[in-house]
C-alpha cells in the first residue's frame, strides 16, 4: 500500500493507514484461502452460508470481509448479503490472471514471518527467512513441498499477464532453442513456443520443481518440443540455446550469487546467442513503484534485491555479457536484452 501524496500533504490519517496495512493484506489472504470470491460468482450470499462453506466461525468472518468491503474488497449489501466487486474479482480462481493464489502465497507463514524479521536483515544484511527457518528459500522449498507448492503457485499467478507482454514485447522468430533457466513450472517458455511454432526449448530448474512441470507442458500440448532438464544452476547452464532467458531470477539473489548463476550461463550459451533477463527494474527517480515495494520483500523473505538498469549493466559486465537495450512491456516487467561481450 502506498500514499499517493509522497512529498507532503499527508495527515496522521493517512500514516495510521499504511500502518495497519499489514492487517489488511491478512484479511485478503484470509478471503483468498477460504474462496469466498468463488462462493461468489453466481450473486451475493449471506455470509451464514459463506461460513458454512468456508467451515468458518460465522461473526468472525463478518468482521474481515466487513473490513474488506469498506475498502471496496467485496461489497456489504443489507442483511448482511456480501457480493463481488471489482477489486474482488481478482480474488476468483478461474478468473484469467487470479492473483488469489499470490494473496494466498503472501499470507502464508513462510512470507508474513520472514518479513516480521525485516528489522533483522537491516541489522544483518541477512533475510529475514534465514533468521527464522534456518535455511534459504529455495532449500525450505526442497524439504516442504507445502511451501514450495503455494510460491510455485504464487508466481504462476502472477505470470500469466507478464507472459503475454512478454511474448507481445519480443520479436523470438529468428531464434531455433530457448533456453528458460530455472523456469519454474514452464508457463512462459510454453507461452513463447505456442506464439512460435518453429521453435524449441529447454525448461532448466531444479529436480523438485522440473517433477512438477512435465503436466503443464503436457496440458499445453508442448511436450514433443519442450525438453524438461533438472540441475542446479550454480554448478551449470545447459548449453545449445541461442537464446537464455532468466525471469524474475537475477533479483532472487545478492550480486555474488547472480554474478556466478551469469557466469555459469556465459559459459553455456554462443558467441552468436541472446541473453534476456526478464525482471522488475527500479527508476532511477525515487517515486513510488511496486519494484521499490518489491525489493523490501527481497531483502526479507528471497535475500535478494531489486536493480536500478545501471545496476544489472554492472552485473551484466562483471559476467562477461554486454546490455543492449531495456524492453518494457505492458506488465510491471521488462527485457534486459544482453549479448555475450
Request: glycine content about 8%; hydrophobic content about 45%; aromatic content about 8%.
Amino acid at each position: 500500500m502506498m500514499s499517493s501524496s509522497p512529498q507532503g500533504n499527508s495527515s496522521g490519517q493517512d500514516m495510521l493507514g499504511l500502518i495497519a496495512g499489514f492487517w489488511l493484506s491478512q484479511a485478503i489472504y484470509v478471503a483468498a484461502k477460504l474462496g469466498i470470491a468463488d462462493l461468489l460468482q453466481d450473486g451475493p450470499k449471506s455470509v451464514a452460508y459463506l461460513a458454512r462453506q468456508a467451515e468458518a466461525h460465522e461473526p468472525s468472518l463478518y468482521r474481515v470481509l466487513r473490513a474488506l468491503s469498506s475498502r471496496a474488497i467485496f461489497s456489504e449489501l443489507p442483511e448482511r448479503l456480501f457480493a463481488l466487486s471489482p477489486a474482488a474479482e481478482w480474488l476468483r480462481g478461474e478468473k484469467p490472471g487470479s492473483l488469489r493464489p499470490y494473496a494466498i502465497m503472501m499470507g502464508e507463514q513462510w512470507v508474513w514471518r520472514s518479513v516480521g524479521e525485516m528489522l533483522h536483515s537491516v541489522h544483518t544484511g541477512r533475510s529475514g527467512f534465514e533468521h527464522v527457518f534456518g535455511m534459504r528459500t529455495f532449500d525450505y522449498h526442497a524439504t516442504h513441498p507445502d511451501a514450495a507448492r503455494f510460491s510455485l503457485e504464487g508466481m504462476t499467478s502472477r505470470s500469466a499477464t507478464e507472459n503475454a507482454a512478454i511474448v507481445d514485447a519480443y520479436d523470438f522468430s529468428d531464434a531455433t532453442t530457448i533456453i528458460d533457466v530455472a523456469g519454474g513450472q514452464g508457463t512462459l517458455l510454453c507461452s513463447i513456443l505456442a506464439a512460435n511454432p518453429s521453435l524449441r526449448g529447454t525448461l532448466f530448474d531444479m529436480q523438485h520443481v522440473i517433477g512438477t512441470a512435465g503436466a503443464l507442458v503436457e496440458r499445453a500440448g508442448l511436450l514433443g518440443r519442450c525438453r524438461l532438464a533438472a540441475g542446479n544452476f550454480f554448478d551449470f547452464v545447459p548449453g545449445d540455446g541461442d537464446i537464455y532467458i532468466l525471469k524474475k531470477v537475477i533479483h532472487d539473489w545478492e550480486n555474488g550469487e547472480a554474478h556466478a548463476i551469469l557466469s555459469n550461463c556465459r559459459r553455456a550459451i554462443p558467441t552468436t546467442g541472446r541473453l534476456l533477463l526478464i525482471e522488475l527494474i527500479v527508476p532511477a527517480r525515487n517515486l513510488p513503484s511496486f519494484a521499490t515495494m518489491l525489493d523490501l520483500l527481497m531483502l526479507a523473505y528471497a535475500g535478494g534485491r531489486e536493480r536500478t538498469a545501471d545496476d544489472y549493466r554492472e552485473l551484466l559486465t562483471s559476467a562477461g555479457f554486454r546490455l543492449h537495450r531495456i524492453i518494457p512491456t505492458t506488465s510491471n516487467v521488462s527485457l534486459i536484452e544482453a549479448f555475450p561481450s
